[in-house]
Each structure stands twice: as structure tokens, then as C-alpha cells.
């Protein structure tokens, strides 16, 4: 079995490939303080109650845009798990051309969502990732990466109100029912919610008219359920498109050697 990991800034997500599908995964809250036998009880407490084993794990790749935190989960792999990690990183091959100014620059994650959506779906394409940013991932017709936009993501923007104005109070991420808010935190949440949403259907219109119309969208991170029901452009939601990513990048790169 195939162990990915996803570290990001404000989440670490992990998953168990058995083959092709994933048998178990888990979304933790990043701590750059953990050392990594604190990483290692926790994940083994996580297998444990999944009825899986240490030993059951024959391979692991980590995406990783948290430096301090990769030689972490490397020495995790190594020590809990008798495993040398892929790490994506540049210079490990992904079958994925990168046409920005500077590729080295394209996060790990942002790599592994374009090498899911090239597999698993038709191009060109825009994945939207709804995590700590909010990111548009640009894919042309020939499966090369473009580029992509970063805008504050949901969390991300609350956090600004609450300390940025003395008066606004903490919220829970919800889509309230009218946008039209009646109340500080109905208001909060309209304008968090149904401005992302409108945010969203801009930048796809955008993106496709630089890419074509037959660019299909597809979405993910944490917060995809909040915004993509209620968009009008978003064609497929993914909650597992980045540890998908890590696995094809995963067994092409095992296939070569």
C-alpha cells in the first residue's frame, strides 16, 4: 500500500492507496512545533483505528509547501516506516511540462493536481483549489501547466476581518440562506461565501477565454463543498485530486526504475 501525504499551511492530508483506490484518509491540523515521533504516534494511532498496520505500507510520496516541515515526515517515513519517500520536488520526473517563468517556483501540490486532472480528465482544464489560497491552475490542450492566479482563500480572508476590524466578530465558514445579510455575521458570511462564489465564475470565464470554451473546471481543497454547489461553472469536484496526483507521479516515476 502506497502512503501520500499533502503538507500544506494550514493542513496535512494523508491517504492510503490500495492500487487504485483509496482505502483511508485523514485531514490534519499542520503544526511546524511537531517533531516527528509526535507525527508518528499520531498517524499510528489513525492506522490502528483504520485496521491497517505499518507494515501493510510498501511505499510513500509527500507533496510538501512547508519547508520546515518535509525533513519531518521524511525522518517519520524512514524511522515509523522503513521507507525512503519520493519527495515531489524538481528533478523528479512527473511527465508534466511547466511553461511559467520560472517552473522551480510551482508548488508540489500544484504539480500533483495538474498530473491528476492530465490522467483522470480531458483538457484543457482549470483546477481550482479551495484551501489556505484559493488557486486557479491553468492547463492547455496539451496537458502543459500555464500558469496560474492565487487569491486569498476563505479562511484565509475571515482571519483579515476579525483582526483587521475592531468590530467584526470570528465566523463559522457557512453559506447563509439570503445574500442580503440581516445581521454582522450573516452579512460576514455573504460576502466570504457569495463573493467567493462570484470570484470563482469570474476567473473561469477568464481563464477560458484564454484557454477555450471547452475548458472543463475542476475543483478541490477543503472548503469545495461550501462554494462548488452553487457554482454555475465548476464541472467536477475531486476531494482527492492532489493525493491522486501523488499517486500516478508515484508509480510512473516506480515503472522507470
Given at each position: 500500500?502506497?502512503?501520500?501525504?499533502?503538507?500544506?499551511?494550514?493542513?496535512?492530508?494523508?491517504?492510503?492507496?490500495?492500487?487504485?483506490?483509496?482505502?483511508?484518509?485523514?485531514?490534519?491540523?499542520?503544526?511546524?512545533?511537531?517533531?516527528?515521533?509526535?507525527?508518528?504516534?499520531?498517524?499510528?494511532?489513525?492506522?490502528?483505528?483504520?485496521?491497517?498496520?505499518?507494515?501493510?505500507?510498501?511505499?510513500?510520496?509527500?507533496?510538501?509547501?512547508?519547508?520546515?516541515?518535509?525533513?519531518?515526515?521524511?525522518?517519520?517515513?524512514?524511522?515509523?516506516?522503513?521507507?525512503?519517500?519520493?519527495?515531489?520536488?524538481?528533478?523528479?520526473?512527473?511527465?508534466?511540462?511547466?511553461?511559467?517563468?520560472?517552473?522551480?517556483?510551482?508548488?508540489?501540490?500544484?504539480?500533483?493536481?495538474a498530473v491528476?486532472?492530465?490522467?483522470?480528465?480531458?483538457?484543457?482544464?482549470?483546477?481550482?483549489?479551495?484551501?489556505?489560497?484559493?488557486?486557479?491552475?491553468?492547463?492547455?490542450?496539451?496537458?502543459?501547466?500555464?500558469?496560474?492566479?492565487?487569491?486569498?482563500?476563505?479562511?484565509?480572508?475571515?482571519?483579515?476581518?476579525?483582526?483587521?476590524?475592531?468590530?467584526?466578530?470570528?465566523?463559522?465558514?457557512?453559506?447563509?440562506?439570503?445574500?442580503?445579510?440581516?445581521?454582522?455575521?450573516?452579512?460576514?458570511?455573504?460576502?466570504?461565501?457569495?463573493?467567493?462564489?462570484?470570484?470563482?465564475?469570474?476567473?473561469?470565464?477568464?481563464?477560458?477565454?484564454?484557454?477555450?470554451?471547452?475548458?472543463?473546471?475542476?475543483?478541490?481543497?477543503?472548503?469545495?463543498?461550501?462554494i462548488a454547489?452553487?457554482?454555475?461553472?465548476?464541472?467536477?469536484?475531486?476531494?482527492?485530486?492532489?493525493?491522486?496526483?501523488?499517486?500516478?507521479?508515484?508509480?510512473?516515476?516506480?515503472?522507470?526504475?
Amino acid at each position: 500500500m502506497l502512503l501520500t501525504l499533502d503538507i500544506g499551511n494550514t493542513h496535512i492530508v494523508i491517504g492510503i492507496f490500495r492500487g487504485a483506490e483509496v482505502i483511508a484518509h485523514w485531514r490534519l491540523t499542520t503544526a511546524t512545533e511537531r517533531t516527528a515521533d509526535e507525527y508518528r504516534a499520531l498517524l499510528g494511532n489513525l492506522l490502528r483505528e483504520a485496521d491497517l498496520s505499518v507494515t501493510d505500507l510498501t511505499g510513500a510520496i509527500i507533496a510538501c509547501v512547508v519547508p520546515p516541515l518535509l525533513p519531518t515526515f521524511e525522518q517519520l517515513c524512514v524511522r515509523a516506516f522503513r521507507l525512503t519517500p519520493m519527495v515531489v520536488r524538481p528533478g523528479l520526473k512527473t511527465g508534466l511540462r511547466i511553461r511559467t517563468d520560472n517552473p522551480r517556483e510551482v508548488g508540489a501540490d500544484r504539480v500533483a493536481n495538474a498530473v491528476a486532472v492530465r490522467h483522470l480528465y480531458s483538457t484543457p482544464a482549470v483546477v481550482i483549489d479551495f484551501s489556505t489560497a484559493t488557486t486557479f491552475d491553468a492547463i492547455s490542450a496539451q496537458g502543459d501547466y500555464l500558469g496560474n492566479a492565487i487569491a486569498p482563500g476563505l479562511l484565509l480572508s475571515a482571519q483579515a476581518l476579525f483582526r483587521q476590524a475592531a468590530q467584526l466578530p470570528h465566523i463559522a465558514m457557512a453559506r447563509p440562506a439570503h445574500p442580503i445579510g440581516t445581521n454582522t455575521v450573516l452579512s460576514m458570511q455573504s460576502g466570504l461565501v457569495y463573493g467567493h462564489i462570484a470570484m470563482v465564475e469570474g476567473m473561469v470565464e477568464r481563464f477560458q477565454r484564454a484557454l477555450g470554451a471547452d475548458t472543463r473546471v475542476i475543483a478541490t481543497g477543503e472548503y469545495v463543498d461550501l462554494i462548488a454547489p452553487h457554482s454555475q461553472t465548476i464541472n467536477i469536484v475531486e476531494p482527492n485530486l492532489t493525493l491522486e496526483g501523488l499517486r500516478f507521479i508515484y508509480e510512473s516515476n516506480l515503472a522507470q526504475n
